[in-house]
């Protein structure tokens, strides 16, 4: 259970009874919530990690936490298809993808705790009930869920930061849109917080569409109405980001400002971006910072750019890189695409992606790239497509990178093209010969989640070896999201023939690649993308791009 921090006196009726109890803090800690109108999809979360950057790059400690509406209790279960990335938080837990965008935006490490769903709050308030916590009340939204709710965002906003210290300023995007049934016990939750704390330590920023008409004009109308939801609710924006293709000029500014009651320097133009990390930048010649300060009565400090100077640093080198996907939408691999934007920041080399159907592809296709990567994904489509590129990428020396399930892909191509046993495969899609296997302490576990290895875990690499020198460490923690693992019983046969594993946990293979290649040729069980940021870019992924760049050069 969350440890909330009791303070003093702001009164709460608890199943009738009033209780003292500040679980906002003393002094300091700001929170700024921020909500989404008129449709979904608008960058709430961008907007909520650039928000944070602003702040950042001021020397104000960030946290940052995500309210996902859903019932599922995380995104652990849930159709990448449908929902986009599943983002892997160090302590394992499992989460929208949007916490990778505060986690990439603001150099921080999140927990679980920063994830709240609908599930785990109504599922913490039914266990209270059972045990009797609620004295034989009769529960309810409000005081019980909105109140849960807040418990877990202070709690989260205390619990942040890695070095022990509190945050300065806690971010809470609320999920979903103004209007959504599903979101009403949170917004409730936010009109509560907002009487309960003291004027200067919080802020509501409202997300909103407006759209250009045939004409060229802004249309103000749907921010209207959704501004006037959200007043319905109680809550009144302090800030309301306008999302538009195009920049808002003053007059679209001042009539939201008229219509929607909020300071005219609070109407932020929040024009689509070339890239997502000068948002950022946008917002800071939008004034936001200022506007920030005045509302959080905050000191007035100086923004270090050199965050800015990072993610604006100019390309002199293109490179081309085949994601063999077997699900076909890009949000699935969304750490992935950053990833590689982040080594190729670093390394002035522009990273052009192709998105290859993993069932449908012509070798053609790959011999016109720079190199090839096959990401993780569960389940047996499209696995022979992975494991015939990987083939590929090996016989033709392009540089490949393997991520999970493409390293487990590149252990069982080895095993049936170098070695020759043909029936080689994993038992997760039932082969003959199970080069891939659950270990044996893992056969009588009967939960699945229970049998997953998921969040950071630490990492033994080989003296002399790429990977080592990637990292330059023999140590190294990386987070990990998948199930099966090289069966141990094949391994020495496997390296015999030439492919080594040169990162390994305990028993657990966490790395191979192929000694005296030409070619960079890697492959990780663990996910490096997961820990990738524009300052801080992962080092395999480093090493991948610098291969395709130099493999391009080569070419040409």
Known sequence: MIQIPVCSNYLWTYCGHFVSANIYGEGHLKYIIVTGGVMSGLGKGITTASIGRILKNRGYRVTAVKIDPYLNIDAGTMNPAQHGEVFVLKDGGEADLDLGNYERFLDISLTSDHNITTGKVYQTVIEKERRGDYLGGTVQIIPHITN?????????????????????????????????IESMPFLEAVRQMHGEIPKDDIALVHVTLVPVDNMGDHKTKPTQHSVKMLR?????????????????????????????????????????AADIYEVP???????????????????????????????????????????????????????????LRHAGRHLSTEVDIHWIDAESYDESELA????????GGFGNRGIEGKINAIRFAR?????????????????????????????????????????????????????????????????????????????????????????????????????????????????????????????????????PEFRSTPTRPSPPYLGFVDACKNYRMKEE
Request: glycine letters at 10%; charged letters at 25%; a negative charge.
């Open 148 to 180: 849960q709710i807040k418990e877990f965002i202070t709690g989260a906003a205390f619990n942040s930061l890695e070095d022990g210290a509190t945050a300065d300023v806690c971010l809470v995007e609320v999920g979903g849109t103004v209007g959504d």
């Open 232 to 272: 319905e609710l109680g809550i009144h924006p302090d800030i309301i980001v306008g999302r538009s293709d195009v920049v808002m000029g003053v007059g679209t500014k001042k009539k939201i400002s008229q219509f929607c009651d909020v300071s005219h320097r609070a109407v932020i133009s929040a024009a689509t």
């Open 281 to 339: 930048m946008e917002m800071e010649k939008e004034g936001l910072a200022d506007v920030l300060r005045d509302l959080l009565a905050l000191e007035k400090r100086e923004a270090d750019n050199e965050w800015y100077r990072v993610v604006s640093r100019e390309y002199t080198n293109r490179a081309s890189v085949a994601i063999v996907s077997k699900y076909g939408i890009e949000d699935v691999y969304l750490s992935i695409k950053e990833a």
């Open 368 to 375: 016109e790239m720079d190199g090839i990567l096959i990401p």
């Open 395 to 527: 016989e033709n020396n392009i540089p490949f990178l393997g991520l999970c399930l493409g390293f487990q892909m590149a252990v069982i191509e080895f095993s049936r093209d170098v070695l020759g046993w043909e029936g080689a495969g994993s038992e997760e899609m039932g082969a003959e010969k199970n080069v891939i296997a659950i270990l044996p302490e893992q056969e009588d576990v009967t939960d699945l989640g229970g049998t997953m290895r998921l969040g950071d875990c630490d990492v033994d690499l080989m003296p002399g070896t790429m990977i080592e020198s990637l990292y330059g460490s023999r140590k190294i923690t990386e987070r990990h999201r998948h199930r099966y693992e090289v069966n141990p019983e094949y391994i020495d046969e496997i390296e015999s023939a030439g492919l080594k594993f040169t990162g390994r946990s305990g028993n657990r293979m966490e790395a191979c690649e192929l000694p005296g290649s030409d070619a960079f040729f890697l492959a990780t069980q663990f996910h």
